[in-house]
């Protein structure tokens, strides 16, 4: 697993910004996978919030039409947001310097933690109630 976010995480930022921070082997060996590893968790916990408890489980709030596209794009941005700031506090914790490198992590996160939304979105959607069509 470790692996993967390092990949995932040095190609995303290699896209945006080519130099390396001193701090890149305690980005490697620590922040990659702890804030990978949380930001793929809290966006799997949003994904089923927002299908099995907002749209199945509580019927009040399906009857207020809390499944339709503009409250999924809310709980996207809602998952972006988290995901950068998952890993600003992340590499803060691991005491990386505040530097361009983090700047474009916290970016390259935040487009992971859409992604993630994305892909579980089309996988786990399948059994709710009225959110099935959602986001498309």
Do not use: C
Not at 28 to 54: C, P, Q, R
Not at 104 to 127: H, Q
């Amino acid at each position: 697993m470790q692996s993967f976010f390092n990949n995932l995480y040095t190609v995303l930022i290699g896209w945006f910004y080519d130099r390396k921070t001193p701090f890149y082997g305690l980005y490697k060996a620590e922040i990659f996978n702890s804030v990978g590893l949380n930001t793929l968790l809290v966006t799997l916990a949003l994904v089923m919030v927002f299908y099995y408890v907002f749209n199945h489980a509580v019927p009040a709030l399906t009857h207020q039409g809390l499944y339709r596209p503009q409250h999924w794009m809310l709980v996207l941005l809602l998952a972006a947001g988290l995901g950068a700031l998952l890993a600003w506090r992340g590499a803060l914790a691991q005491e990386a310097a505040p530097d361009s490198y983090m700047r474009y992590f916290i970016i390259a996160n935040t487009l992971v933690a859409s992604l993630w939304f994305i892909v579980l979105s089309v996988a786990l959607k399948w059994g709710s109630n009225h959110a099935r069509r959602t986001p498309f």
